[in-house]
C-alpha cells in the first residue's frame, strides 16, 4: 500500500514544527486547558466551556484565556474552538448539536471489514470537520501564536513506533501557503480519535496514528511542557485545567456480540479505567513541577440510557451530557477538585446492581 511508504523515517517528532517567533512577551502566569477523551460524553466538556464562560465568581476561578490547549480523542474534535475563546461557545454548541452516529462514522459490511483496516467508516466524520475547520480559522490559529504566543497541540499514537505523539496544531495552522494546511490539520484530528479496529487509523508522512486515548486519556504535563520551550522563565506560574470528558466507572449496558459493537464496549471499559490512571499522573506530575492543576469529571447523576453501541453518539444523550456539564460550572460552589485522593472508581457509586441483560 503507497500509504505505508516512510521515507527516512524515525519515531520521532511528527512535522511540521514551530520556525516562526512569536511577538508576544513570554507570560507571568501560563493557563493550559487539557479536554480528555470520552466518545460521546463529550458532550460534557462542550457544556461545561459555555458554563464556565458565565459562571458566577464565588464557583471557582473565572474562565482564562487559554495559552496552550491540548486534546486527546474527543477532546481533539473540540479542542480547536475551546482555544479560541469564549466567544465561540455558540459554534461548539452548534458543532456539539449537530453531530449523530450516522455524522461519525457508517459501518461496513463484514466482509469489507475483515478485508480492511476498521469495521467502520469515518469518512462522514472527516465531511463534518472539513466544514467546520475553516481557513479562516487555521488564520484565528495561526494568528494566536504570532501575536499572543498561545499554542494548540492533540495527541494520537504512533501505532507502529507504538508511543504517544504531539501533533502540533499551531505549526500546521502557520502554514498559509501549504495547499493542503486544512487537509492536514483535518488529519490530526481524526488520527487522535480514531479508535483502533473501531476506526481507520489515519496515515501521516506514512506513519500509522491512532486514538491518542490508546495510551493515556488526558495530556500529561511532560508533553505541555514541551509546548512552552523557550517560553518558560524563573517564577513562572502554571494553571492546568483538566476537563475529563467521561465518567470514572464503566455504565452497565447489554452488549450485542458484534465485533463493531464490541471493540466499543472495550473503549468504554478501557477508556473509565485510562481516566483515572491519567488523570492521577497528571496531578501527581504537576504537583511535583509546582504547577497548580485542577479537575472537573461528569461523576454524580449520570445522564441515562446510557446510548448502545449501534446509536453510539446518541443526540439525545449528549445533549443531556452538554446540560450536565453546564449546571455543573455554572454552580455556586466551586466544580473543580485538586486532590486525587478519590479517583479510585471503585469508590463511587454503582449506577445499578441489576444486570443490564436481566429481562
Known amino acids: 500500500m503507497t500509504q505505508r511508504v516512510v521515507h527516512q523515517a524515525t519515531c520521532g517528532d511528527v512535522e511540521p514544527g514551530i520556525g516562526v517567533p512569536t511577538q508576544a512577551a513570554i507570560a507571568d502566569q501560563v493557563n493550559v486547558l487539557a479536554l480528555s477523551a470520552g466518545g460521546p460524553w463529550g458532550g460534557f466538556g462542550v457544556g461545561f466551556l459555555e458554563g464556565w464562560s458565565h459562571a458566577p465568581p464565588s464557583g471557582g476561578p473565572a474562565r482564562p484565556r487559554f495559552d496552550i490547549a491540548v486534546g486527546v480523542s474527543t477532546g481533539a474534535i473540540f479542542v480547536t474552538h475551546a482555544f479560541l475563546g469564549s466567544e465561540y461557545d455558540p459554534v461548539l454548541h452548534e458543532q456539539l448539536f449537530s453531530l449523530s452516529t450516522a455524522g461519525v462514522y457508517k459501518r461496513r459490511p463484514v466482509l469489507a471489514a475483515l478485508a480492511g483496516d476498521s469495521v467502520a467508516s469515518t469518512r462522514p466524520l472527516r465531511e463534518w470537520l472539513e466544514r467546520m475547520i475553516t481557513p479562516q480559522i487555521l488564520d484565528r490559529v495561526a494568528d494566536a501564536w504570532l501575536h499572543e504566543g498561545r499554542r494548540l497541540a492533540v495527541i494520537a499514537v504512533d501505532m507502529d513506533c507504538g508511543k504517544p505523539e504531539l501533533l502540533d496544531l499551531t505549526a500546521v495552522a502557520l502554514q498559509r501557503d501549504r495547499p493542503d494546511r486544512v487537509a492536514r490539520y483535518v488529519d490530526y484530528l481524526m488520527a487522535s480519535s480514531a479508535s483502533p479496529v473501531a476506526f481507520p487509523p489515519v496515515f501521516i508522512d506514512g506513519r500509522m496514528m491512532v486514538d491518542g486515548a490508546l495510551r493515556q486519556h488526558i495530556p500529561f504535563p511532560s508533553q505541555i511542557k ?15 485545567f483538566v476537563i475529563v470528558n467521561s465518567p470514572r466507572l464503566a455504565i452497565p449496558q447489554c452488549i450485542t456480540d458484534h465485533v463493531l459493537l464490541v471493540a466499543l464496549r472495550t473503549g468504554d471499559v478501557w477508556t473509565g479505567e485510562r481516566a483515572n490512571d491519567s488523570l ?6 504537576a504537583a511535583r513541577r509546582g504547577w497548580t492543576a485542577r479537575y472537573v469529571t461528569p461523576d454524580g447523576d449520570l445522564c441515562q440510557p446510557v446510548p448502545l453501541p449501534e446509536d453510539y453518539f446518541n443526540p439525545v444523550f449528549m445533549q443531556c451530557q452538554f446540560e450536565f456539564g453546564r449546571k455543573l460550572a455554572l454552580q455556586d460552589e466551586s466544580p473543580w477538585q485538586q486532590e486525587i485522593e478519590s479517583l479510585s472508581p471503585f469508590e463511587l457509586r454503582p449506577v445499578t446492581q441489576r444486570h443490564p441483560c436481566a429481562r
Open 226 to 240: 514541551r509546548l512552552l520551550a523557550g517560553r518558560e522563565q524563573p517564577g513562572q506560574r502554571v494553571n492546568l
Open 280 to 285: 492521577a499522573l497528571a496531578m501527581t506530575d
